[in-house]
Every structure is written in C-alpha cells, then in structure tokens.
C-alpha cells in the first residue's frame, strides 16, 4: 500500500480536500489519516464469476499534516511514497503558480538543510571509507543541484545515486500530483491558466457534497459541473501514473483481489506482492487478460479452453492480469 501526502498552503483546502476523498474527519492538531479503496470495478465482475466470498480492492493511504511544511509535516513527508500538492485557484487574490513556486521553494530548502546535515557526517566517514567517499560524493553533487533552487527529480541521477539519495527520504525526489482547487464554475477538463497540463481540476467543497451520497446521485451531481468521475477516481489514477503501477488480480472461490506492482514487475515479484514465499518458490504463472476471463465466463472455462498462458520468472505482468501462482518452498 502506498501513503501519498497531501501538501498545500493556508487556506489551499487541502484538509478540505483530505476530507472530501478520504470521507475522514480532522484529528484536531495531530496528523489525519485515512486509508482508501482504490476504485475498480473489475473486482465486482471477476467475483460474480467466481461467486468468491469476499472481495478485496487495493488500497492507499492519504495523510494530511496539520500546519503543512512544519517540522513535523516535514518528517512525516520524507516517508511517503508521493506528494499530492493542492493550490487555491478560487477566490479573490488566487495565485496558484505562485503557490506552487512557493511550495517547491520550501521542499527544495527542506531537502537542502537535510543533505548539508548528512554530508558532513559522509564526509567525516570518506576519510577511511570507500563506501562513505561514494556517499559523500553522491551528496555533494545533489546538494549542488538543490543550491541551483532546482528539484532533485529533475537531476541526472543513476540507480546508485537514487541508492543512496533515498535513504535521507528527499521531498523534491519523490512524486508529484498537483491538485488545483477550483470554483464550481471552473469544473471540468482542462488546467487552470499557469500550471502544467497534468493538473487535476476539483472543487473540494463539492467533492465533500458529493461524498455522502450514493453513486448515481454523486454522478448525477457531478455531471451537472461537466465533472466525469469523482476526484478521488481522479487523484488515484494520478497517483498510479506517478508511481508508475498498475494493476493484476487474482480470483476464486475464497477471495477476488486486486494488487499493485510496479510497472514492468516480472511475475516473480507480482507473486512477492501477494506473499513473499511465493516470490521465493516460484515456479509460474497462469495468466489471462482480464477482458478474455470475462469472455470465457469463468477460470475453469479458461483453462478448459487453453486460454491460460504459462508465464516463466521472465514474464513481465501487464495491467489486467488476472494470475494465479504455482510455487513450491
């Protein structure tokens, strides 16, 4: 499960929004939490076919710190997987270019106190270690970059760079999702005038309108602001897109659920998601696209008809798998 924090200056909304996605209240000063079912109605359909007695959908988990880019909010920051960043593009004064620079500014000043704080001591550690010179170097090189007031995810970075760069849990490497808050009569496709087109349009005061009622009356709702989805549809496939996952399932009698995994995960590391014995004893995988399970009507239909490939360790999963894992420990 993945935890994406949600960032945005005083009055952004972003506790709104925090509110309205999660259906989760505020914990009065502390930081809120909520853990959330990522949408997929695949899920329904395979355990309809399956007649499985329960049902399980991924899940993330958002949180939401009380007073923002603080100490702590920092400190809880650096250990989520991707930052959501919410700017107010409603009302009077609305600046939300500026916001975003601002937000930036302070993750960059963030990361740069933390990296000045470790490179000494990688320094101090350089002078009888080979590993601590590697370090050291992979510091100065990052604390450079963030000095020039530029994000380290748009540095050149190798895998041994990354290697070492999160372990001090930097903000500007991670992620990010940028949610502008809007006026209901600025719903709809499109981003807001000055910020990059992968922006993702809400109001969250109408996102927490439409999160106490049912599906067709929320839809109903939404439709009428030219909105397609909900925002918490919305933010999730942002989030997926981000951290470059997707998603494979896996169904039966017992249970119907659904994974993440990274993109481009061989199928032993799928089976890693699901329990680490079956990424230690793998021995394949039955695999069917989602779409061609459906048609078939059912697993053992599938497999009657030679539907089901059998993949080896080398086989990359693709979104819709529905797998099932042969293993032995």
């Not at 399956?50 to 993330?60: L, N, Q």
């Not at 499109?190 to 969250?204: C, F, K, Q």
């Not at 067709?216 to 933010?235: K, M, N, Q, Y």
Request: charged share 25%; hydrophobic share 45%; glycine share 12%.
């Amino acid at each position: 499960m993945k935890s994406v924090g949600i960032i945005g200056m005083p009055y952004s909304g972003k506790t709104t929004m925090f509110t309205a996605l999660t259906k989760a209240g505020s914990a009065g000063g502390r930081s809120n939490q909520a853990v959330v079912e990522v949408p997929d109605e695949r899920i329904d359909t395979l355990a309809r076919i399956e007649a499985s007695k329960k049902r399980v959908a991924a899940k993330v988990r958002f949180v939401d710190v009380p007073g923002g880019l603080t100490a702590q909010g920092i400190a809880e920051f650096r250990n989520m997987d991707a930052l959501c960043i919410v700017v107010r593009c409603f009302g009077a004064g609305a600046d939300p270019g500026g916001e975003l620079a601002s937000i930036e500014a302070e993750l960059v000043l963030a990361d740069l106190a933390n990296l000045e704080n470790g490179l000494g001591k990688a320094q101090k550690r350089a002078r009888g270690s080979a590993e601590g010179k590697v370090e050291a170097g992979v510091l100065t090189r990052a604390y450079a970059w963030l000095d020039g007031e530029r994000p380290l995810r748009e540095a050149d970075l190798d895998d041994d760079d990354l290697k070492v760069l999160r372990g001090y849990g930097p903000l500007t490497l991670k992620p990010w999702i940028l949610v502008a808050n809007v006026a209901e009569d600025a719903m709809g496709p499109g981003a807001p005038e000055r910020l990059v087109e992968t922006a993702i349009s809400i109001n969250a005061s109408l996102e927490g309108e439409v999160a106490g009622l049912d599906d067709s009356d929320a839809a109903e709702l939404l439709e009428g602001f030219g909105v397609a989805e909900p925002g918490l549809r919305r933010v999730i496939a942002a989030c997926y897109r981000a951290l470059d996952l997707i998603t494979f399932l896996t169904t039966g009698t017992d249970e119907t659920r659904a994974w993440e995994v990274r993109r481009g995960a061989k199928a032993p590391e799928a089976a890693g998601v699901i329990h680490s014995d079956l990424e230690r004893g793998f021995i394949r995988a039955e695999a069917i696209a989602f779409d061609d399970l459906v048609l078939a009507g059912s697993w053992d239909e599938a497999k009657a008809r030679g539907q089901l490939r059998v993949e080896g360790k080398g086989y990359a999963v693709q979104e819709g798998d529905v797998m099932n894992i042969r293993f032995a420990v």
